[in-house]
T-cell receptor
Framework: QKEVEQNSGPLSVPEGAIASLNCTYS??????FFWYRQYSGKSPELIMF????GDKEDGRFTAQLNKASQYVSLLIRDSQPSDSATYLC???????????FGGGTRVLVKP | SAVISQKPSRDICQRGTSLTIQCQVD?????MFWYRQQPGQSLTLIAT?????????ESGFVIDKFPISRPNLTFSTLTVSNMSPEDSSIYLC???????????FGPGTRLTVL
């Protein structure tokens, strides 16, 4: 079992709709969780992070964490074609420590 | 967030040779990491570059193949030694920065081994 798992997709979403991405992790020692966006040929860019159970909102993005279920999600509201990218979920055991990445979910937003 | 640069941005190398990749940060950072992203794959951590001591390697990666230097708090190098086509990947430097130690990535080095 991989430490961090994501559906590889592609997740096809009409423009303006909500994209829902899921991530599960196996190590209960994981404390913080990160979502990165990676455009083809580019390096990952941080979207947001979460370390407390519940929801965290930043603009059109909402991260959700449920430590009991070992589940992290990312919602993208009002999806735009520019949101088409691969979204990487990562887990971290301690602040400043290494990240363990999931395989990534490819998102396609269709106009 | 810290500004990270990497050199070279890309290179094409012959098998059996070595390539050294540089990572420069515009501010002092405690933690620096080297990741590999093979074609169509996600990121895999190679090692944590420790300032003043030997790097900490992940399972499957060894110092003889991927020697790392970290002479100060703003600079690190990763060498890919005795390269084979299987080493063709993107190599990414990352640093922990900011009040919450979030991790940011450099632009990456795209390596092709023929």
């Amino acid at each position: 079992q991989k430490e961090v798992e994501q559906n590889s997709g592609p997740l096809s979403v009409p423009e303006g709709a909500i994209a829902s991405l899921n991530c599960t992790y196996s190590d209960r020692g994981s404390q913080s969780f990160f979502w990165y966006r990676q455009y083809s040929g580019k390096s990952p860019e941080l979207i947001m992070f979460i370390y407390s159970n519940g929801d965290k909102e930043d603009g059109r993005f909402t991260a959700q964490l449920n430590k009991a279920s070992q589940y992290v999600s990312l919602l993208i509201r009002d999806s735009q074609p520019s949101d088409s990218a691969t979204y990487l979920c990562a887990a971290q055991k301690a602040a400043g420590n290494k990240l363990t990445f999931g395989g990534g979910t490819r998102v396609l937003v269709k106009p | 967030s810290a500004v990270i640069s990497q050199k070279p941005s890309r290179d094409i190398c012959q098998r059996g040779t070595s390539l050294t990749i540089q990572c420069q940060v515009d501010s002092q950072v405690t933690m620096m990491f080297w990741y590999r992203q093979q074609p169509g794959q996600s990121l895999t951590l190679i090692a944590t570059a420790n300032q003043g001591s030997e790097a900490t390697y992940e399972s499957g990666f060894v110092i003889d193949k991927f020697p790392i230097s970290r002479p100060n708090l703003t600079f690190s190098t990763l060498t890919v030694s005795n390269m084979s086509p299987e080493d063709s990947s993107i190599y990414l430097c990352s640093v922990s920065s900011g009040s919450e130690d979030t991790q940011y990535f450099g632009p990456g080095t795209r390596l092709t081994v023929l």
